[in-house]
């Protein structure tokens, strides 16, 4: 029995999930399979592992599991449901990439998807787990599609072995016909439970024109606009694209409605972030934590997070963060509002990378006598509910990270959300009472929408994927249950690379063309692809650590593929100042950056890694100062990153001793420089994974062109490419260079640029 307290019994009772109780759990009881549908909001998420621990799936020897997209759901969601049960965090517990509070008494576990599906690794039954639910199917994550399509053979192996298990899955939307109308996933179509959201109507409000600009201005005047002529009461969710943009629009958006409640007032949030930051780093001190922190082998996510995204294991959740280049940000010949702080407006970010502590300001009501102001990224249109809100306001955009496959090119793009996303973002009004939604674009413009948003999978390489199967020992990765399958392309180069790389066994070069061919997509795995599997890093960089082990390169080529793999380790310096004073202190700032990071790129042989050596200098240098908010702010590298890199570089060195104890990495917090030869090592393994990242200065003859100054040849391109103004080598110009990838935002630049000497 739980024991729930009254007002948590009370607000349960609202949630229309909870008239569904007894259907849900008879569907649960005679299907092994079932899929739940209902509006965010309705109590999914925060109901149903508490339904099945009532009825009894946590108190055998199995446990609940939910997966979740997001990072900050899986904590935030875990806190909630223990709250609500009243039970310790020991029991109700989650487990992300980095961190989690399982315990051998956990009953209900949150996770991300990429938790998981380590876990099948390990264990392909999954008998720690009577069943599992996927959350927010809807978003269809890589993972998720992934976990579902192997959970369909899961459920009835389990069922065979008479330890039977059940899948859950839950959606916001009601298009579930890739999970219920294939064959090739479910023989038997799983049933779904519909769950009636009490959804109040919600006006919707078109524009009569469509910014094509600056949308952000046009939905900093909007918001303006509600908050002055509409009545008090009733909160606002603004949905932007970005981080950036949401800082933008905040900041507007406070400076036109100011609102001071003594020192608890929300002033610029880098300024909170940051002291935060310090209080941590001050109460660590105090406890003497010194070393680094001690990872547990278990505690990584199943696949490669090669775009080093922070909040989720990887995809969807990286894409608001990237990419600034595209960030419009304030314009100032905007007109700005002039300041009434007769009514105030408690204005709060919301997105991905904020710190929790601020996230959860959202959940609390405002303070007396402001309007709440929500200015978010898509993190608010599913998987968090916030109270409480009667305006939305919807630029009608969202940024997604691009990839181009015959080039290899990536991009951040700012493109038109779909109407199902839209949709689902207007929903947001009507939680509580009759609501409006403003959206800044023309009913026209709606209708040109695409109906759904493709899922992610179709849209970015899948080679860590493809790895991941195969070490799962799935050889025939093209005839596996996606719910939406990759193309056939994507799945061959993600073989070809592979096999290049020494993850995948060559096809013998025998018999027909379409035998050949046949052969090509069902190579089976190496030793070596095995190892690299092991490892939480796309399959590029898992063969430059099982390389590492030569001249004793493991801790710097550990360090280095940390730094190449979480993303944006440096600060944007070359942000737009808010003030001149700003601006003065951003050009010193800049200066001493500059002059740090010519040091971190070393003299003589090191040079040639460029870039490379930057990062591992900069890691170096961190960690050697503690990795310390102060160090990161006066160097220009993002302490967040920084953390990132330093747990990573732990958990990178648990995977390589596990695979090959006898190295006995370790983390050495004071990592002398490399040696000479130490870099040429280094520059030889990072060849052996980014050898294809090819490009060549271009011949006297092609710089007549003015558009190939100083540009780049690229075997795939017609175009050429370049070295980022800010890289280690773009005075120096060397003939041949390797790069991480390349990123087109003003310009096709290469990142993560290293030399090739010539022979
Ligand atoms: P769904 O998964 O169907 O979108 P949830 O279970 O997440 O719905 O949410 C149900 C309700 O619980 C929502 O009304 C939401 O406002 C509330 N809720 C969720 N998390 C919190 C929290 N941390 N604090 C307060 N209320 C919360
Ligand atoms: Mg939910």
Same mark, same amino acid.
């Given at each position: 029995p739980v024991d729930r307290s009254p007002d948590v019994q009370e607000a349960r009772l609202k949630l229309p999930v909870l008239a569904e109780e007894q259907g849900i759990m008879e569907a649960v009881r005679e299907n092994p399979c079932v899929v739940i549908c209902g509006e965010t909001g309705s109590g999914k998420t925060t109901q149903v592992p508490q339904f099945l621990y009532e009825a009894g799936y946590a108190s055998g020897s199995g446990i609940i599991g939910i997966t979740e997209p997001r990072r900050v759901a899986a904590v935030s969601m875990s806190h909630r449901v223990a709250k609500e049960m009243n039970l310790p965090k020991q029991v109700v517990s989650y487990q992300i990439r980095y961190e989690g509070n399982v315990t051998s008494d956990t009953k209900i576990k949150f996770m991300t998807d990429g938790v998981l599906l380590k876990e099948i690794q390990k264990d392909f039954l999954l008998q720690r787990y009577s069943v599992i639910i996927i959350d927010e199917a809807h978003e269809r994550s890589v993972y998720t599609d992934i976990l579902i399509g192997l959970l369909s053979r899961i459920v009835p192996l389990r069922n065979k072995k008479g330890k039977p298990m059940k899948l859950i899955i839950m959606s916001a939307t009601l298009r579930v016909e890739d999970f219920t109308d294939n064959q090739k996933l479910f023989r038997t179509p799983p049933p779904v439970i519909r769950v009636d959201a009490r959804q109040f109507p919600v006006t919707i409000h078109f524009n009569k024109r469509t910014p094509l600009? +600056?949308? *952000?201005?046009? !939905?900093?005047?909007?918001? @303006?606009?509600?908050?002055?002529?509409?009545?008090?009461?009733?909160?606002?969710?603004?949905?932007?694209?970005?981080? &950036?943009?949401?800082?933008?629009? @905040?900041? #507007?958006? #406070?400076? &036109?409605?100011?609102?001071?409640?003594?020192?608890?007032?929300?002033?610029?949030? %880098? %300024? !909170? +972030?940051?002291?935060?930051?310090?209080?941590?780093?001050?109460?660590?001190?105090?406890?003497?934590? $010194?070393?680094?922190?001690?990872? /547990?082998? +278990?505690?990584?996510?199943?696949?490669?997070?090669?775009?080093? /995204? %922070?909040?989720?294991?990887?995809g969807i959740g990286d894409e608001e963060d990237g990419g600034s280049d595209l960030d419009l940000g304030d314009d100032p010949a905007d007109t700005e509002e002039k300041a009434d702080p007769s009514i105030p407006l408690y204005v709060l970010p919301l997105y991905s990378l904020l710190a929790p502590e601020q996230q959860a300001k959202v959940f609390r009501p405002p303070p007396p006598g402001t309007r709440l102001c929500v200015v978010a990224t898509n993190v608010a249109e599913t998987s968090l509910t916030i109270p409480g809100i009667k305006y939305v306001v919807d630029c009608g955009r969202v940024k997604k990270r691009f990839y181009d496959r015959v080039t290899g090119v990536s991009s951040f793009k700012v493109t038109w959300t779909s109407q199902a996303s839209a949709n689902q973002r207007a929903g947001r009004a009507g939680r509580t009472e009759p609501g409006h939604c403003y959206r800044l674009y023309s009913s026209a413009v709606f209708g040109d929408f695409a109906q759904f948003s493709e899922a992610e999978i179709t849209r970015r390489p899948v080679e860590d994927l493809v790895l991941q199967m195969k070490d799962l020992n799935i050889e025939k990765v093209v005839n596996f249950p996606f719910p939406t399958s990759p193309s056939a392309e994507a799945l061959v180069a993600a073989e070809e690379l592979l096999i290049s790389l020494g993850a995948l066994s060559a096809p013998p070069r025998t018999g027909s063309v379409k035998e050949m061919q046949r052969a090509r997509l069902s190579c089976p795995v190496t030793p070596l692809g095995r190892a690299m599997a092991s490892f939480p890093v796309a399959p590029r960089y898992a063969k430059m650590l099982a390389l590492g082990k030569q001249q004793d390169c493991l801790p710097y080529v550990i360090a280095m593929v940390a730094a190449m793999t979480v993303r944006e380790i440096f600060e944007d310096l070359d942000r737009p100042a808010c003030s001149e004073e700003q601006s003065s202190k951003l050009a010193q700032r800049r200066a001493r950056v500059t002059q740090m990071r010519r040091l971190w790129a070393g003299q003589g042989a090191s040079l040639l890694l460029g870039d490379l050596m930057v990062m591992l200098g900069a890691v170096g240098a961190c960690e050697f100062a503690g990795c310390t908010p102060k160090f990161c702010e006066q160097n220009g590298l993002r302490y967040k990153a920084m953390v990132e890199i330093r747990k990573l570089r732990g958990q990178l060195t648990n995977a390589v001793n596990a695979v090959c104890p006898e190295v006995g990495a370790f983390v050495d917090p004071k990592m002398a420089p490399p040696t000479e030869h130490q870099v040429v090592c280094l520059q030889q393994i990072v060849l052996a994974g980014l050898g294809d990242h090819l490009a060549r200065?271009?011949?006297?003859? +092609?710089?007549? /062109?003015?558009?190939?100054?100083?540009?780049?040849? *690229?075997?795939?391109?017609?175009?050429? $490419? =370049?070295?980022?103004?800010?890289?280690?080598?773009?005075?120096?110009?060397?003939? =041949?260079?390797?790069?991480? %990838?390349?990123?087109?935002?003003?310009?096709?630049?290469? #990142?993560g640029v290293s030399a090739v000497e010539a022979e």
């Amino acid at each position: 029995p739980v024991d729930r307290s009254p007002d948590v019994q009370e607000a349960r009772l609202k949630l229309p999930v909870l008239a569904e109780e007894q259907g849900i759990m008879e569907a649960v009881r005679e299907n092994p399979c079932v899929v739940i549908c209902g509006e965010t909001g309705s109590g999914k998420t925060t109901q149903v592992p508490q339904f099945l621990y009532e009825a009894g799936y946590a108190s055998g020897s199995g446990i609940i599991g939910i997966t979740e997209p997001r990072r900050v759901a899986a904590v935030s969601m875990s806190h909630r449901v223990a709250k609500e049960m009243n039970l310790p965090k020991q029991v109700v517990s989650y487990q992300i990439r980095y961190e989690g509070n399982v315990t051998s008494d956990t009953k209900i576990k949150f996770m991300t998807d990429g938790v998981l599906l380590k876990e099948i690794q390990k264990d392909f039954l999954l008998q720690r787990y009577s069943v599992i639910i996927i959350d927010e199917a809807h978003e269809r994550s890589v993972y998720t599609d992934i976990l579902i399509g192997l959970l369909s053979r899961i459920v009835p192996l389990r069922n065979k072995k008479g330890k039977p298990m059940k899948l859950i899955i839950m959606s916001a939307t009601l298009r579930v016909e890739d999970f219920t109308d294939n064959q090739k996933l479910f023989r038997t179509p799983p049933p779904v439970i519909r769950v009636d959201a009490r959804q109040f109507p919600v006006t919707i409000h078109f524009n009569k024109r469509t910014p094509l600009e +600056d949308y *952000t201005g046009e !939905t900093f005047q909007k918001t @303006c606009k509600i908050h002055r002529m509409l009545p008090p009461g009733g909160g606002i969710l603004v949905f932007l694209t970005g981080q &950036a943009e949401v800082h933008g629009v @905040c900041r #507007r958006l #406070r400076k &036109a409605f100011p609102f001071r409640r003594g020192n608890a007032a929300p002033g610029e949030d %880098e %300024e !909170t +972030d940051t002291s935060e930051a310090m209080r941590k780093f001050k109460k660590a001190k105090q406890k003497k934590i $010194v070393s680094l922190p001690r990872i /547990d082998l +278990d505690n990584y996510s199943a696949l490669p997070v090669d775009e080093g /995204d %922070e909040d989720r294991d990887a995809g969807i959740g990286d894409e608001e963060d990237g990419g600034s280049d595209l960030d419009l940000g304030d314009d100032p010949a905007d007109t700005e509002e002039k300041a009434d702080p007769s009514i105030p407006l408690y204005v709060l970010p919301l997105y991905s990378l904020l710190a929790p502590e601020q996230q959860a300001k959202v959940f609390r009501p405002p303070p007396p006598g402001t309007r709440l102001c929500v200015v978010a990224t898509n993190v608010a249109e599913t998987s968090l509910t916030i109270p409480g809100i009667k305006y939305v306001v919807d630029c009608g955009r969202v940024k997604k990270r691009f990839y181009d496959r015959v080039t290899g090119v990536s991009s951040f793009k700012v493109t038109w959300t779909s109407q199902a996303s839209a949709n689902q973002r207007a929903g947001r009004a009507g939680r509580t009472e009759p609501g409006h939604c403003y959206r800044l674009y023309s009913s026209a413009v709606f209708g040109d929408f695409a109906q759904f948003s493709e899922a992610e999978i179709t849209r970015r390489p899948v080679e860590d994927l493809v790895l991941q199967m195969k070490d799962l020992n799935i050889e025939k990765v093209v005839n596996f249950p996606f719910p939406t399958s990759p193309s056939a392309e994507a799945l061959v180069a993600a073989e070809e690379l592979l096999i290049s790389l020494g993850a995948l066994s060559a096809p013998p070069r025998t018999g027909s063309v379409k035998e050949m061919q046949r052969a090509r997509l069902s190579c089976p795995v190496t030793p070596l692809g095995r190892a690299m599997a092991s490892f939480p890093v796309a399959p590029r960089y898992a063969k430059m650590l099982a390389l590492g082990k030569q001249q004793d390169c493991l801790p710097y080529v550990i360090a280095m593929v940390a730094a190449m793999t979480v993303r944006e380790i440096f600060e944007d310096l070359d942000r737009p100042a808010c003030s001149e004073e700003q601006s003065s202190k951003l050009a010193q700032r800049r200066a001493r950056v500059t002059q740090m990071r010519r040091l971190w790129a070393g003299q003589g042989a090191s040079l040639l890694l460029g870039d490379l050596m930057v990062m591992l200098g900069a890691v170096g240098a961190c960690e050697f100062a503690g990795c310390t908010p102060k160090f990161c702010e006066q160097n220009g590298l993002r302490y967040k990153a920084m953390v990132e890199i330093r747990k990573l570089r732990g958990q990178l060195t648990n995977a390589v001793n596990a695979v090959c104890p006898e190295v006995g990495a370790f983390v050495d917090p004071k990592m002398a420089p490399p040696t000479e030869h130490q870099v040429v090592c280094l520059q030889q393994i990072v060849l052996a994974g980014l050898g294809d990242h090819l490009a060549r200065r271009v011949q006297a003859e +092609d710089m007549l /062109d003015p558009k190939w100054r100083n540009g780049y040849k *690229t075997p795939l391109m017609d175009d050429p $490419v =370049f070295i980022h103004p800010q890289s280690a080598l773009f005075k120096a110009l060397p003939e =041949f260079v390797i790069y991480q %990838e390349i990123m087109e935002t003003s310009k096709m630049y290469m #990142r993560g640029v290293s030399a090739v000497e010539a022979e």
